[in-house]
């Protein structure tokens, strides 16, 4: 009986704890309303800009997963309200960017090899599954 009830204590607390992964609908809710907030931001639709933007709006890489050709030069930009992000190639060993505050961002010369690369958001990876997708092509 006491390791049922330690077991469901666990439980409850990592539930509590973990993050609980958006749906599809609501990825693409919260990826629309950031598309939005760069528009306001920075005057353009982010589909207008000269490089691939990724949006980084509540906890969420925008779009979370982007194709490119190897030696694209991708723009990172926060389009959050109170929170920090960046971004982080921590399998490829890359470093991680600095933490943006909103408005800011940087851009990155996708250098990696061929294939699919995961990326973080330092802070919030964990905790907020903040997690993207860049599949590299030649």
């Not at 943006?100 to 990696?112: R, V």
């Amino acid at each position: 009986m006491v390791m049922r009830t330690l077991a469901a204590v666990a439980a409850l607390l990592i539930s509590a704890c973990g993050a609980r992964a958006a749906s599809p609908e609501e990825l693409k809710a919260i990826c629309e309303e950031a598309a939005k907030r760069y528009e306001e931001q920075f005057g353009s639709a982010q589909g207008a800009a000269p490089q691939p933007v990724v949006a980084m709006f509540k906890y969420t890489f925008c779009p979370r997963n982007l194709t490119v050709k190897r030696g694209t030069v991708v723009r990172f930009v926060n389009v959050d309200k109170r929170t920090t992000h960046s971004f982080w190639f921590r399998d490829a060993g890359q470093p991680e960017s600095e933490r943006f505050l909103p408005g800011e961002g940087a851009t990155m010369t996708i250098d990696l090899p061929p294939g699919e690369h995961k990326y973080l958001c330092g802070p919030h990876w964990e905790r907020e599954d903040m997690i993207g997708t860049i599949t590299v092509t030649q």
